[in-house]
């Protein structure tokens, strides 16, 4: 079914909606829920999943992000039980007649679970009732409300933080460093480059000591790399960021980015491998910007765009509808509409998905 855009609700006919975040509380820093959870309308009411709030409090949409967490030991082991609690929560949501919405992050889980998780993933993912695509390249959930809202920027939670000067020759790699996500890669080709005047900067937190110790040994071998491994504050993040002169994704795949849109909403391009979703962002901002590559990453072709965008670019890129207040706002419409459905369709039916 096409993409929905929920018809507004006048503020008189509104009742309050208790919206559960399969995601932990805020905790300072700027993330993509805490941006979404700040802006929404005031007649949404939202908490931060436990398992006992879950399967015991009232609410009326569980807001899923990323699923697979819920058996992957959310605050506790993983064991079976983690399965059985996760089937009780979706069987309470049918009986009990509360929206299930999906914001689809990924196409895939990241780290392929085994043939228990995904099914029980599948299962989970039937009792759907409203999926949010962040891009037009996300493929439609079958069976569920169908809504188009864009990831949004990083302009106005930054708007208050220094800026610094970008260091000439300075490329950056920012973000959690883990398999997917290429960081080898780019400290493999960028000691290929035998420049004195570049620098590389790895700023993220390591998924495990294996990725660490490779960074750092990266670090010992090449004075021209320097990292920060760990979570780092929004004050430091934007630091790091502006210091660079091109900041590099060498992902094996990219769909959504968070730290592509920090990146832009800080005025600094971003080299990101191709695909569906990064030439829809790139359509939107312009080729100067999101600059894509094909194949591997490679020495030549880093040292190359890099010389395209030394200087810096005239201007800042159009960012324009990735403003918090609409993502938020369209939130609480997608959330309304999901109500609505949920208990329309299960009112009528008396069964789920």
């Known amino acids: ?22 995601l932990d509380p805020p905790d300072g820093t700027t993330r993509f829920v805490d941006q979404v959870t700040r ?6 009411e939202v908490d931060y999943f436990t398992w006992r709030k879950g399967l015991l409090s009232r609410y009326d949409v569980l807001h899923l992000h990323w699923p697979e967490r819920l058996v992957r030991g959310y605050k506790r082991p993983r064991t079976l039980v983690n399965y059985a609690l996760v089937l009780a929560l979706g069987l309470r949501a049918r009986l009990l007649r509360v929206a299930v919405v999906q914001t689809e992050h990924n196409l ?20 759907v009732t409203a999926s949010i695509r962040l891009n037009r390249s996300t493929p439609p959930r079958p069976g569920a409300q169908d809504h188009l809202v864009p990831h949004g920027d990083y302009r106005e939670p930054f708007a208050g933080l220094p800026r610094h000067d970008a260091v000439p020759g300075r490329l950056a790699y920012v973000g959690i460093i883990r398999e997917y996500k290429g960081v080898d890669r780019l400290l493999a080709e960028f000691a290929r480059l035998d420049d004195p005047d570049l620098t590389l900067r790895v700023v993220g937190r390591p998924a495990d000591a294996r990725w660490r110790a490779l960074v750092e ?35 094996a795949q990219l769909h ?37 590559y094909e194949g591997p990453l490679t020495a030549e072709l880093v040292r190359a765009e890099l010389d395209a965008v030394r200087g810096g670019l005239p201007g800042e890129p159009d960012l324009t ?3 918090w207040p609409s993502v938020g706002a369209r939130h609480a419409e997608v959330f309304r509409a999901a109500v609505t459905a949920a208990r329309g369709a299960r009112r009528s039916t008396g069964t789920g998905r």
């Open 39 to 44: 802006h929404l309308d005031d007649d949404v």
């Open 217 to 251: 040994a990266a670090v010992a071998a090449d004075p021209r790399v320097s990292a920060r491994l760990t979570f780092v504050p929004d004050d430091e993040l934007v630091a790091e960021v502006t210091e660079a002169e091109l900041v590099v994704l060498p992902y």
């Open 256 to 292: 959504n980015s968070g730290t592509l849109l920090v990146a832009l909403s800080l005025g600094r391009p971003v080299l990101a491998p191709a695909g569906p979703a990064p030439r829809e962002l790139q359509a939107e901002v312009g080729a100067d910007w999101v600059r894509l």
């Open 321 to 323: 509808g990735r403003d």
């Open 1 to 22: 079914m096409p993409a929905q855009t929920p018809a507004p609700v006048p503020d008189d006919r509104r009742r309050r909606i208790r919206v559960l975040e399969e």
């Open 108 to 127: 895939a889980p990241h780290e392929r679970g085994g043939p228990l998780e995904r099914a029980v993933m599948g299962w989970l993912g039937r009792q």
